[in-house]
């Protein structure tokens, strides 16, 4: 054991046959990082090292969501 880059493979043989895929998983924490911190383009930028038009991307996800979750009655 090291402390070197994980491989492909160990990330994807537990996968196999699972419904999400790394990149949707990938997808997944970035939106929530977006939904839980606030929607900041440079805060997603920095954190996962995203090219500023994909972290302008998911801010407006994030904020398309937040704004639909606002819109719902309370329940």
């Known amino acids: ?14 996968l196999r046959g ?8 990938r997808v997944d924490r970035q939106l929530e990082e977006a ?11 920095e954190v996962f090292g995203l090219d500023e038009k994909t972290a302008i991307r998911y801010t407006n996800s994030a904020r398309a969501l937040l704004d639909q979750a606002a819109e719902q009655p309370l329940r």
Do not use: K, Y
Request: no cysteine; proline share 9%; charged share 5%.
């Open 35 to 45: 939904l839980s911190h606030g929607p900041g383009a440079l805060h997603l930028a």
């Open 1 to 14: 054991m090291g402390t070197g880059p994980v491989s492909a493979v160990s990330l994807t043989a537990p």
């Open 18 to 25: 699972q419904a999400a895929t790394l990149e949707q998983l």
